[in-house]
């Protein structure tokens, strides 16, 4: 374990921008805080990179309590959202600041320094550009040169606040594939924010989901994804379809008709949830079963939107988009994985 968020509570000006958030930061992982804006992401990072201090709660550095260490002493490695080079600083220079302003007792010689410099630019395939200025890169660029330079200091954790989050689609997705591979190859620690739920799940060994200053769930990507942990998950990640059900004689029912879905737990009012594409079709209607109210084609599958119990609740599932049942006016079906939360 290499970072320890200890039942961390943070207040501005009163407003609780974090409950009570523990979290453990693994060495070597690339873990992604993934939330909506305002969910409080940022501030959990500059909590862990020693630019706020937490109104209750600890962080720790491997055993050590690190709450009283400034940023430097942590050892902090930092690129945001609007890359913050220096202008009037070669690319070069750029990379090179955060150990030419080192104390002298720590600071490589000129000659090493170039030469890590030339390195990192060569890692984040810029080799060429160094004698550039910030002015003459695209945005893309400008970003790869903010990772080398918070690489340059050797950082025991690298954080990242929405690295990408300026640039268009296309840059976006080749800047997430290529970060991927930097950190296969350089293995730092790393905490990657991001609202974009598609950049989590590509790019994280795990992914910490929050909402309202609270995390809801930590996992891997497929874990997160397949087994949502809340309501606020399963909808937040992902594309779901939900139902007012209500758990009846050990199975679910919706509007007293029972689904042919097993579950145990309190009988009362409840919310199934599903992935629309994890559907099956089924011959009868004692399943789920609605009359086509759209069906439109998304890529290479055909979203289709069903009204059930008149016309008192929409779903959505996926088909193939050449799928026969399409011409159906009526859908049977029956999700393959479910989850069922207490209607709140
Ligand atoms: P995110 O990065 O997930 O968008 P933030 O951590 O920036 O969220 O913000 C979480 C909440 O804390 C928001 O409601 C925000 O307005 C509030 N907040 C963040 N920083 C400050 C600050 N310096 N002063 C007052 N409120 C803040
Ligand atoms: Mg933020």
Known sequence: MEVRVENVRKEFDRFPALHDVSLDIRSGELIALLGPSGSGKTTLLRLIAGLERPTAGRILFGEED???KSVQERNIGFVFQHYALFRHMSILENVAFGLKVRP??????????????MELLDLVQLSGLEKRYPSQLSGGQR?????????????RVLLLDEPFG???????RELRKWLREIHDRTGHTTVFVTHDQEEALELADRLCVMSQGRIEQVGTPDSVYDTPASPFVFGFIGESSQLPVSLE???VSLAGRPLGLAATGAPGAQRLFFRPHDVELVDDDAALSGTVATSRRVGGTRRVELELGGSEHRVEIDLPFDHPAVERSRIAFRPRRWALFPTA
């Open 66 to 68: 690190a709450s009283d």
């Open 104 to 117: 002298r007792a720590t600071r490589p010689p000129m000659g090493e320094i170039r030469r890590r410099a």
């Open 143 to 155: 970003q790869r040169v903010a990772l080398a330079r918070a690489l340059a200091i050797e950082p």
């Open 166 to 172: 300026a640039l268009d689609a296309q840059v976006r």
């Open 249 to 251: 004689n050990g199975g």
